[in-house]
């Protein structure tokens, strides 16, 4: 039987009286994939970073995963997937201009990446919502994001602050020496930064990641998880909780003084409003547009853009992207068809020409073709992930912002694999069909096991109970 004839006999099977109870239980889309691969890296995170393996936490926890998928058959994969296997194909040609053991290490590492956020996808793609349940994967997403939150505190209270991992004190000093590496297994809390002529030194958290560009391409990217379990949680305190500790992770991004962070999660906002707007959710327009102005207030309050002002002032920030994207372009067309393999030292400016910027990455480390592959697939995500119904719209806001970030911070590492589980899991409710009905906080009706109608998702059916925990409802 094909997965389209399998998937319409299971949608017969759940409407048919007739039909038998067992049928009626099997899940119309995916299959019985474990969740603890998936949870691993988003619940634990913590503990990898604490080892020093948190640069590795993806690569490791996609392992299983991919194990598990050689493993099982008529695995699925969207329309426009071959794109970003060509993407990789190709990745692995512009290989071949590597000149040196440290840019190997690099683009391997880099490769793990990229490959780690596919298996992600996959992973969570072809899970049944039985396996992996939206509220269950949406609840893991918020958590990983309280670990953003929590490591920034981190820096802010302890800016100077470091740890040593037992991953340190494993690699051989030649490789603990390298500066890229020494981030990564002997992580800082916070970079403090004094930019010449400046009046006092920047503290500016980035735990648990190397960089502060870093910690805010994540937070930025986990916002809409965060607004969308405030929402959809089944248990009050749960909402309230995430609501307030929302309220509290300005401290830490605001000390950032990250204006990419600030632009992606500010046109975010914006968008999701005007989207509910047309759909006619009055109250969750409302609602975005009051967090929008929380946000803008307690910035001016806390006087962020001073800060950001007098930083910049200081700071050549401004100049040095110019210059580096030109000369990224420049050099790109003296290698146009597989780049250059890496990053490779600026000419002109004391950092590496590719590194400010995932596109500028892409194009410079893999040439013109390769670009056009990777754009070609993260410009599609909005696209497919656009008709989002009900509060499922925050995960597609999620791939509107990659698609602007990717000109000015790396997407390459964990951020990847949260832009490819939101599409992913957009993708696999709007395939699956309307049995699949997104989330909506479980009301029961009194005297029943059922829940109230969706009414956000346009789609009228009836939902058995709880979905975030069983047998818990405080409404």
Same mark, same amino acid.
């Given at each position: 039987?094909?997965?389209?004839?399998?998937?319409?006999?299971?949608?017969?099977?759940?409407?048919?009286?007739?039909?038998?109870?067992?049928?009626?239980?099997?899940?119309?889309?995916?299959?019985?994939?474990?969740?603890?691969?998936?949870?691993?890296?988003?619940?634990?995170?913590?503990?990898?970073?604490?080892?020093?393996?948190?640069?590795?936490?993806?690569?490791?926890?996609?392992?299983?995963?991919?194990?598990?998928?050689?493993?099982?058959?008529?695995?699925?994969?969207?329309?426009?997937?071959?794109?970003?296997?060509?993407?990789?194909?190709?990745?692995?040609?512009?290989?071949?201009?590597?000149?040196?053991?440290?840019?190997?290490?690099?683009?391997?590492?880099?490769?793990?990446?990229?490959?780690?956020?596919?298996?992600?996808?996959?992973?969570?793609?072809?899970?049944?919502?039985?396996?992996?349940?939206?509220?269950?994967?949406?609840?893991?997403?918020?958590?990983?994001?309280?670990?953003?939150?929590?490591?920034?505190?981190?820096?802010?209270?302890?800016?100077?602050?470091?740890?040593?991992?037992?991953?340190?004190?494993?690699?051989?000093?030649?490789?603990?020496?390298?500066?890229?590496?020494?981030?990564?297994?002997?992580?800082?809390?916070?970079?403090?930064?004094?930019?010449?002529?400046?009046?006092?030194?920047?503290?500016?958290?980035?735990?648990?990641?190397?960089?502060?560009?870093?910690?805010?391409?994540?937070?930025?990217?986990?916002?809409?998880?965060?607004?969308?379990?405030?929402?959809?949680?089944?248990?009050?305190?749960?909402?309230?909780?995430?609501?307030?500790?929302?309220?509290?992770?300005?401290?830490?991004?605001?000390?950032?003084?990250?204006?990419?962070?600030?632009?992606?999660?500010?046109?975010?906002?914006?968008?999701?409003?005007?989207?509910?707007?047309?759909?006619?959710?009055?109250?969750?327009?409302?609602?975005?547009?009051?967090?929008?102005?929380?946000?803008?207030?307690?910035?001016?309050?806390?006087?962020?853009?001073?800060?950001?002002?007098?930083?910049?002032?200081?700071?050549?920030?401004?100049?040095?992207?110019?210059?580096?994207?030109?000369?990224?372009?420049?050099?790109?067309?003296?290698?146009?068809?597989? $780049?250059? +393999?890496?990053? &490779? @030292?600026?000419?002109?400016?004391?950092? %590496?020409?590719? /590194?400010? !910027?995932?596109? #500028?990455?892409?194009?410079?480390?893999?040439?013109?073709?390769?670009?056009?592959?990777?754009?070609?697939?993260?410009?599609?995500?909005?696209?497919?992930?656009?008709?989002?119904?009900?509060?499922?719209?925050?995960?597609?806001?999620?791939?509107?912002?990659?698609?602007?970030?990717?000109?000015?911070?790396?997407?390459?590492?964990?951020?990847?694999?949260?832009?490819?589980?939101?599409?992913?899991?957009?993708?696999?409710?709007?395939?699956?069909?309307?049995?699949?009905?997104?989330?909506?906080?479980?009301?029961?009706?009194? $005297?029943? +096991?059922?829940? &109230? @109608?969706?009414?956000?998702?346009?789609? %009228?059916?009836? /939902?058995? !109970?709880?979905? #975030?925990?069983?047998?818990?409802?405080?409404?």
């Amino acid at each position: 039987m094909s997965p389209f004839s399998a998937r319409s006999a299971s949608r017969r099977g759940a409407t048919d009286p007739s039909s038998s109870p067992s049928s009626a239980d099997e899940p119309s889309w995916g299959q019985e994939l474990p969740t603890w691969p998936f949870a691993t890296f988003f619940a634990g995170y913590p503990l990898l970073w604490v080892l020093g393996l948190g640069g590795f936490a993806a690569d490791l926890a996609a392992l299983p995963m991919f194990g598990i998928l050689l493993l099982r058959r008529g695995l699925r994969v969207p329309p426009g997937f071959g794109l970003w296997l060509l993407f990789l194909i190709w990745m692995t040609f512009a290989g071949t201009q590597l000149d040196s053991a440290g840019r190997m290490i690099g683009f391997v590492f880099r490769f793990l990446n990229y490959a780690a956020a596919t298996v992600f996808f996959l992973y969570v793609y072809n899970s049944s919502r039985r396996a992996l349940p939206l509220s269950r994967a949406i609840g893991l997403m918020v958590l990983f994001w309280v670990w953003v939150v929590a490591g920034g505190y981190l820096g802010v209270v302890l800016p100077n602050g470091s740890i040593s991992t037992p991953m340190q004190s494993l690699l051989p000093g030649s490789i603990a020496g390298n500066d890229y590496v020494k981030d990564l297994v002997h992580p800082k809390f916070a970079e403090v930064q004094r930019p010449w002529g400046a009046p006092r030194a920047y503290n500016r958290p980035s735990a648990p990641f190397p960089y502060t560009n870093t910690w805010g391409s994540h937070f930025a990217l986990l916002v809409p998880f965060a607004i969308l379990y405030m929402r959809t949680a089944a248990v009050r305190w749960r909402r309230q909780a995430v609501t307030v500790l929302l309220l509290a992770s300005l401290v830490p991004a605001f000390s950032t003084l990250n204006r990419g962070m600030f632009l992606a999660v500010g046109v975010g906002v914006l968008y999701a409003a005007l989207r509910f707007g047309f759909r006619g959710q009055v109250k969750w327009l409302a609602a975005v547009l009051v967090l929008l102005g929380i946000g803008l207030a307690t910035a001016s309050a806390l006087g962020v853009g001073q800060s950001i002002g007098s930083r910049t002032q200081y700071s050549s920030t401004n100049a040095g992207r110019a210059t580096i994207y030109r000369e990224a372009f420049e050099r790109t067309l003296q290698s146009p068809f597989i $780049g250059y +393999g890496a990053p &490779r @030292p600026s000419l002109t400016l004391s950092i %590496s020409v590719g /590194t400010q !910027g995932q596109f #500028w990455n892409v194009m410079f480390s893999f040439g013109f073709v390769a670009l056009i592959l990777f754009c070609a697939w993260l410009w599609s995500l909005p696209l497919r992930t656009r008709a989002a119904p009900g509060a499922l719209l925050w995960l597609h806001v999620v791939t509107v912002m990659a698609a602007f970030m990717m000109f000015y911070y790396g997407l390459d590492g964990s951020q990847l694999v949260v832009i490819f589980v939101a599409s992913a899991l957009v993708m696999r409710e709007t395939a699956a069909g309307p049995e699949a009905a997104p989330l909506t906080p479980p009301r029961r009706r009194p $005297g029943t +096991g059922l829940a &109230r @109608p969706d009414v956000l998702s346009g789609w %009228s059916r009836y /939902t058995p !109970g709880p979905t #975030w925990s069983q047998g818990e409802d405080d409404d």
